[in-house]
């Protein structure tokens, strides 16, 4: 079956530093998602994605955030300058066009910022 | 914007059925989905509502009233890999392509 993926699994970085999560979306999905969990409470909407421009974004979602696919298969979540409060679990995930309400997450990049 | 709510947790004992409500407050309502989180893992998609009514997939099965803005989950013939936390998300129609916004997870504990 196919699945999201994510890498990496875990990241570990400094305060200030620049991090890219990566994700590939299921092949032939055309919706494109990044929500991020901090340790315990919900999961929140980052910004949406859909033929190459960001369709949606939430307040979280502010100017040290960008979002890329910079290939056919590759979907970037960019963090320009990391604060101790980014630590969370990202989650990516995509929908295709006929299942029109199942967004299918991947396993998740733990970001700890230290 | 979106608020939900759900109780913080539950706790069944197995072969029990458990009811988790979600009400919420939001304008461009398109449905309610629910979603399952273990620990450590990623969120997987249950169930699906856009219409009023029950929807029945195994032993779990939705429900939604959007006069009340209301929906429950049901759970039945609990097991213990139902231990899990249970998000209810308020899928939003906007100009691209239905935003999630999801509650605060109801975490659901099952004893033998």
């Known amino acids: 079956e196919p699945e999201v993926t994510q890498t990496p699994s875990h990241q570990v970085t400094q305060m200030g530093q620049e991090v890219i999560l990566r994700c590939v979306p299921i092949?032939?999905?055309?919706?494109f998602y990044w929500y991020r969990q901090i340790l315990g409470q919900k999961v929140e909407f980052l910004v949406s994605f859909y033929n190459n421009e960001i369709s949606e974004k939430s307040e979280i979602f502010d100017d040290q955030f960008s979002v890329e696919r910079p290939d056919g298969s590759n979907f970037t979540l960019k963090i320009r300058s990391t604060k101790l409060e980014d630590s969370a679990m990202y989650f990516c995930a995509s929908r295709g066009l006929a299942d029109a309400y199942e967004q299918y997450f991947g396993p998740g990049t733990r970001l700890t910022v230290t | 914007g979106q608020s939900l709510e759900q109780p913080s947790e539950v706790t069944a004992v197995e072969g029990a059925i458990v009811q988790i409500n979600c009400t919420y407050q939001?304008?461009?309502?398109?449905?309610l989905s629910w979603y399952q989180q273990h620990d450590g893992g990623a969120p997987t998609f249950l169930s699906y509502n856009a219409l009023d009514g029950l929807e029945e997939t195994g032993r779990f099965s939705s429900f939604l009233s959007r006069s009340d803005s209301y929906g429950y989950l049901l759970l039945q013939e609990l097991q213990m890999k139902d231990s899990a936390s249970y998000f209810c998300a308020v899928r939003v129609l906007n100009n691209a392509g239905n935003m999630l916004t999801f509650g605060g997870g109801t975490r659901l504990m099952v004893k033998p």
């Open positions: 092949s032939n999905h055309l919706y």
């Open positions: 939001t304008s461009g309502f398109y449905g």
